[in-house]
């Protein structure tokens, strides 16, 4: 016996339950078990709660809830694991048809090793834990996720996935990002594109063949890669130690769309000819390439406009050029576009020699500049205060060597003729002068001057995707040293990061608070009656919201069942 909920559905659209006693007999006409009502308790809205629980507590006092246990079949929980981000990751992957353009390579080369299920657990491992390829395949892989179907997958098969990918590298991200071109805005198509530079932890530099490269070697064999870890100026401080730039172009809403490697002593001006290069043909549309001042050269520009190509990009102020001559210089009216944001266009020139740029004005980052710059020059002041009296053969002491090539105090400290150090009270002007204000130059001239500033403030989407590769997805550091295994790994966490960008673009959270939710929904592993069962846990209310705005659909209650004892 049991007791039986039913529902009707009122004409105003209200539904009222019903409570009922009721046990399954078997109808040898129907063939089948049914439900034959003993007692009807009425509407669950009428039903006394407390007569119920009385009528229950009756019962177990004759028949004691240990000993309604005992009575059922034995249950024996074996394990469990977190299933939550695997499920999600797992429907992106398919979503974004990535396991269809891997598996089509695969067929393609007439290759049975189940390459995309390792590649598939590399990235999820990134998305998820971000462990280093022994460790994903040795334990995390057996104890600490549910994924049969990888189960088999052995070390090489991961380091075979590598360079499987790294072969064919171009076509599956041109082929990834057709399926994910409806999320793209389609009035401007813009990519951001920036660079970042990553260490390792080894003290000699990759030195290559005589013409600087190395030949790729394993299933990547016969690729010539240029010697990638070389000292370079780095953008993480660890200049002492060699380092590859890696490259990223994303979309308005940080989903990455390709990234690269280059050698460590590679200047990011030099490297946008790249770039667009790789990116021609993959039917962009109308496609502004939005970049830093560090990709703002002569060259660059030349080479963006070719082809009728468009760009957005910033302009140093500090270069004693045009633009800190006659641009900064120029008299006008701000004309404010949004929250803390006025511009002012500004054009020099005329026909095809015609330069346009947008000198940009945010007030609370000028305050908030000035407030850093009062006491920078406080503590500049009680620096200076302490140094002893310049003598004869003393001019270059640590101490002063330290002031003046101090990227926090040098720009406003200059000599006497004496040889004293003095806050350089004209610098600090100059200073004042560009708190708050970045310019932009653009050849595009269907952009409004508000929509060159905006465009270039969504260029802090790269920056958002560097903070996540290098914290949350842990790019580095790096266990490999192999050119082709470096390019793997980095392509491994870019598509690690399209899929948390996915999840956070459609959720409106961070990944870190998604996947920590997701993880509470877990796979049990079970004993009962003999038959060793998969099962998923309850999904709360709150999830299934969840997994509803990431457009996912809810996972299996049961995922196995096979007798116990059994392989």
């Excluded at 019962?59 to 005992?70: H, P």
């Excluded at 990709?295 to 140093?316: D, T, V």
């Excluded at 969504?458 to 390019?487: A, D, N, T």
């Amino acid at each position: 016996m049991y007791l039986r909920v039913t529902q009707r559905r009122n004409a105003d659209g209200t539904t009222v339950r019903y409570y009922q006693l009721a046990e399954n007999t078997w109808d040898a006409a129907k063939g089948c078990a049914v439900p034959r009502i003993i007692y009807n308790f009425g509407r669950a809205d009428q039903v006394d709660g407390d007569k119920l629980r009385r009528l229950a507590k009756s019962i177990l006092r004759v028949f004691s809830g240990e000993e309604q246990v005992a009575a059922e079949p034995a249950v024996r929980v074996i394990d469990s694991w977190p299933s939550g981000g695997l499920h999600v990751l797992g429907q992106f992957w398919h979503e974004l048809g990535i396991d269809q353009v891997l598996g089509d390579k695969t067929a393609k080369e007439k290759r049975k090793q189940p390459f995309e299920r390792a590649l598939f657990t590399m990235v999820a491992n990134r998305a998820l834990h971000a462990y280093s390829k022994l460790y994903c395949w040795e334990q995390w892989l057996r104890e600490e996720v549910y994924l049969p179907e990888a189960r088999d997958l052995e070390l090489h098969h991961l380091y075979g996935a590598m360079d499987f990918l790294e072969r064919h590298k171009p076509e599956v991200e041109r082929e990834v990002y057709f399926r994910i071109a409806d999320l793209l805005n389609a009035d401007v198509d813009i990519i951001f594109y920036d660079t970042t530079s990553l260490h390792f932890e080894v003290d000699e530099e990759d030195e290559g063949d005589r013409d600087g490269v190395i030949r790729g070697s394993g299933q990547a064999g016969g690729s010539l890669y240029p010697a990638p870890r070389k000292r370079g100026k780095s953008k993480n401080g660890r200049g002492d130690a060699p380092q590859v730039v890696v490259g990223l172009a994303v979309t308005r809403d940080g989903l990455p769309v390709r990234s690269w490697v280059f050698p460590g002593n590679t200047m990011d001006a030099t490297t946008v000819q790249r770039v667009k290069r790789d990116l021609a043909g993959w039917r962009l549309g109308r496609c502004v390439f939005v970049g830093d001042a560090g990709m703002n050269s002569q060259q660059n520009r030349r080479e963006l406009s070719l082809g009728g190509g468009k760009y957005i990009l910033a302009a140093k102020m500090r270069a004693g050029d045009e633009v800190s001559k006659k641009v900064m210089t120029r008299a006008g009216r701000y004309q404010e576009v949004a929250d803390n944001l006025r511009v002012k266009e500004v054009v020099l020139g005329d026909g095809a020699r015609r330069r346009r740029y947008v000198v940009c004005f945010n007030p609370a980052e000028a305050d908030r500049q000035g407030r850093h710059r009062k006491k920078v020059l406080e503590l500049l002041e009680a620096e200076l205060a302490t140094l002893a009296p310049s003598k004869r053969g003393a001019e270059h002491s640590k101490r002063v060597c330290e002031l003046l090539t101090s990227d926090r105090f040098g720009r406003y400290i200059r000599r006497t003729k004496r040889g004293l150090l003095k806050v350089d009270r004209a610098a600090v002007r100059r200073e004042e002068q560009l708190d708050g204000k970045w310019v932009v130059t653009s050849n595009d001239d269907t952009l409004t001057a508000e929509d060159m500033a905006l465009g270039y403030k969504q260029l802090m989407q790269v920056e958002v995707c560097w903070r996540m590769l290098k914290s949350g997805l842990r790019m580095r550091p790096f266990y490999h040293w192999r050119p082709h295994r470096i390019h793997a790994h980095v392509t491994i966490c870019a598509l690690a990061l399209l899929l948390t960008r996915m999840a956070e673009v459609r959720a409106g959270d961070t990944w870190r608070n998604i996947s920590a939710a997701l993880q509470t929904i877990k796979v049990v592993e079970y004993e009962r009656g003999g038959t060793r069962i998969h099962q998923t846990t309850d999904v709360r209310p709150e999830l299934l919201r969840l997994l509803k705005a990431l457009k996912a659909e809810p996972p299996p209650k049961i995922l196995g069942a096979r007798p116990a004892g059994s392989a």
